[in-house]
């Protein structure tokens, strides 16, 4: 069992800057693959970026490459999104999950967070 809590979504204007955080608590095997996730209205949720503890391996889905950085704090157990130059379409619910495997920006049945709002206006 893994519990995942988001906080620092908001509100900023395009070209701002949100970092969010995920604490981790519970099975660290079930945790060892990492990730963040949005769901924008009328949209399904898509895969934003990935890590992988074992491996080293970070993913980015292509429309948040060199905008995004996403890294792991494994004493806090804590897991944040840095999101630069941000975009109206960026806007959506940010969820954090968790899970033991994983390929990509796929994790295989994880833990999911409750979502944190990020609202960015143009």
């Known amino acids: 069992q893994v519990k995942l809590v988001e906080s620092g979504g908001g509100s900023v204007q395009a070209g701002g800057s949100l970092r969010l955080s995920c604490g981790a608590s519970?099975?660290?095997?079930?945790?060892?693959?990492m990730g963040w996730f949005r769901q924008a209205p009328g949209k399904e949720r898509e895969g934003v970026a990935t890590?992988?503890?074992?491996?080293?391996?970070?993913y980015y889905a292509d429309s948040v490459k060199g905008r995004f950085t996403i890294s792991r704090d494994s004493v806090k157990n804590t897991l944040y999104l840095q999101m630069n130059s941000l975009k109206p379409e960026d806007t959506a619910i940010y969820y954090c999950?968790?899970?033991?495997?994983?390929?990509?920006?796929?994790?295989?049945?994880?833990?999911w967070g409750q979502g944190t709002q990020v609202t960015v206006s143009s």
């Open positions: 890590i992988y503890t074992n491996s080293g391996n970070i």
């Open positions: 999950a968790a899970g033991a495997y994983g390929r990509g920006l796929e994790l295989d049945e994880p833990y």
């Open positions: 519970g099975n660290a095997v079930e945790s060892r693959c």
